[in-house]
Nanobody, 117 residues
């Protein structure tokens, strides 16, 4: 199973981006039961949780993005989104999609987000 992340790019501070993580080859029932998360890694830093969304509809956010980022999932499209608003230069980094479930911990290739001042 591959996680296909997209949507990164260069944006000015205060702008918005939407990241997408598609999982076209995952069985739909598995998608429903999987927790998906977005993580990021800035240069010289450890990878950190940005947001995750579990199958029961609950979500968690890193303290630095609360109120600015929103994670959502479209089960029918087998896609997870990360809407990022009011971007700051410190949001710059490589963003990774993760799928976690029983006996599963899958990482996608990252997508680079660069926020300029």
């Amino acid at each position: 199973v591959q996680l296909q992340a997209s949507g990164g790019g260069l944006v000015q501070a205060g702008g918005s981006l939407r990241l997408s993580c598609r999982v076209p080859r995952m069985i739909l029932s598995t998608f429903w039961s999987t927790t998906f998360g977005w993580y990021r890694q800035a240069a010289g830093n450890q990878r950190e949780l940005v947001a995750d969304a579990s199958r029961d509809g609950s979500s968690n956010y890193g303290d630095s993005v609360k109120g600015r980022f929103t994670i959502s999932r479209d089960n029918a499209k087998k896609t997870v989104y990360l809407q990022m608003n009011s971007l700051k230069t410190e949001d710059t980094g490589v963003y990774y999609c993760n799928a976690r479930g029983p006996n599963m911990d899958i990482w996608g290739e990252g997508t680079l987000v660069t926020v300029s001042s």
